[in-house]
């Protein structure tokens, strides 16, 4: 049995009224190629490439933190969208790499962009976040709950990286990406379909161990570096083709649409070869499909929304176009929505 197949799988069939009026991104200045990381562990940019794609990623500034990234990211979405950050009624941020355990990131994302009349919460659901995101967003808009929404993936992973695991390290990065959510007239855009999924029993493939309750960080254990990411990669690729593919064929399903119908898949950016692994399973023409992962590697809960994004600004997106977004990460969680832009 996929994961995909398990029964904490959730599917969304009714379109909603709601559209994206705007997308935004922002990934920090600081480039960390792969001939970089191989002064500090023991890799070759040789390896890096062929394993994984990844060329190099972004690294945020000392004080750069998680609620900034989103921030600039969100600034950018709203921009676009004419719309003022004082009339902002949902923020949610996604994210693993929280400026504080509490409050929530979204909480200082609000003050940084004077949203202050917006409730503001964070999602935790790892690299899936962006679209359990949209997800609630887009139910809240469109039973009118909310006039708008802000929903961002925003990561700081260098701060959670074990810079001496030559196994994890090569792979994260740090950025941003955001949309906001708006309820469209006239059939300008919907969101057509969407399907969440959660495997609990698979938490320990990919988590950040230390830091939290259950093993607090002490004088006894400081330098065991436990608040880092942790990760059984070859497991991890297993259930990331399958659940992917699942969660795609489900959302294309759920909309009433064939593989044929997309014109654009904006997968996860973890890593190229799960890419054409679940390209190929889904029957995609490889050239309507957006990688970024080069230029960024794995941001968790942003790479969806800054692929979306610079798909977007890209002009990769026409009006009327299907767009399917597919993501999967730790918890084990997975999630695909079906877009109408
Ligand atoms: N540079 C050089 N060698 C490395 C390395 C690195 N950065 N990282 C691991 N290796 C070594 C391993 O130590 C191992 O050596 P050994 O055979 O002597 O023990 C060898 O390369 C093979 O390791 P393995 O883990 O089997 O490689 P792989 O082909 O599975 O690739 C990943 C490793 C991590 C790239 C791959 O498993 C993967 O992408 N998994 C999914 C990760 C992911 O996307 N996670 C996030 C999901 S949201």
């Known amino acids: ?31 960390l190629t792969n001939a970089e990381l191989e002064i500090l562990v023991e890799t070759s940019d040789d390896w890096i490439t062929s394993r994984t794609g990844i060329k190099e990623r972004r690294i ?28 902002v009624e949902l923020i ?14 979204a909480c200082y994302v609000q003050q940084h962009l004077g949203a202050l009349k917006s409730v503001a919460f ?34 700081k ?15 994260f990065g740090d950025g941003a990406g955001a949309a906001v959510l708006v309820p469209s007239e006239n059939g300008d855009g919907r969101i057509l379909s969407s399907h969440l999924g959660t495997d609990g029993a698979q938490a320990e493939l990919l988590n950040i161990p230390g830091g939290g309750a259950a093993c607090p960080i002490t004088i006894e254990n400081a330098d065991q ?30 909309a009433g649409l064939t593989a044929a119908d997309i014109s654009l898949v904006i997968p996860h950016q973890a890593n190229i070869r799960i890419i054409d692994a679940v390209v190929e399973r889904i029957d995609i023409d490889p050239k309507d499909v957006f990688i970024n992962v080069d230029k960024y590697g794995n941001t968790s809960a942003a790479a969806v929304a800054i692929a979306l994004d610079e798909a977007n ?17 730790a918890g084990l969680t997975w999630a695909s929505a079906v877009i109408e832009w």
């Open 1 to 31: 049995m996929s994961a995909a197949d398990s029964p904490a799988s959730q599917g969304s069939k009714l379109p909603s009224n709601v559209r994206i009026a705007g997308t935004g991104s922002y990934l920090p200045e600081k480039i």
């Open 60 to 87: 945020a500034a000392e004080g750069e933190l998680t609620s900034h990234l989103a921030a600039k990211a969100a600034e950018k979405a709203l921009e676009q969208a004419g719309i003022e950050a004082a009339d």
């Open 92 to 105: 949610i941020v996604a994210t693993i790499t929280p400026d504080t355990l509490t409050p929530a990131t």
């Open 122 to 155: 964070d999602v935790s659901a790892a690299c899936s976040g962006f679209l359990y995101a949209l997800e609630l967003a887009r139910h809240s808009v469109g039973a009118g709950a909310f006039k708008n929404a802000v929903i961002i993936g925003a990561e």
């Open 157 to 171: 992973l260098s701060a959670f990286v074990n810079w001496k695991d030559r196994n994890t390290c090569v792979l």
């Open 225 to 254: 570096n436990l608040a880092v990411l942790s990760m059984q990669g070859r497991e991890v690729f297993k259930h990331a083709v399958n659940a992917m593919r699942r969660a795609s064929e489900q959302a294309i399903e759920s």
């Open 313 to 329: 600004r890209q002009g990769r997106i026409n009006s009327g176009d299907k767009i399917l977004l597919v993501a999967f990460g």
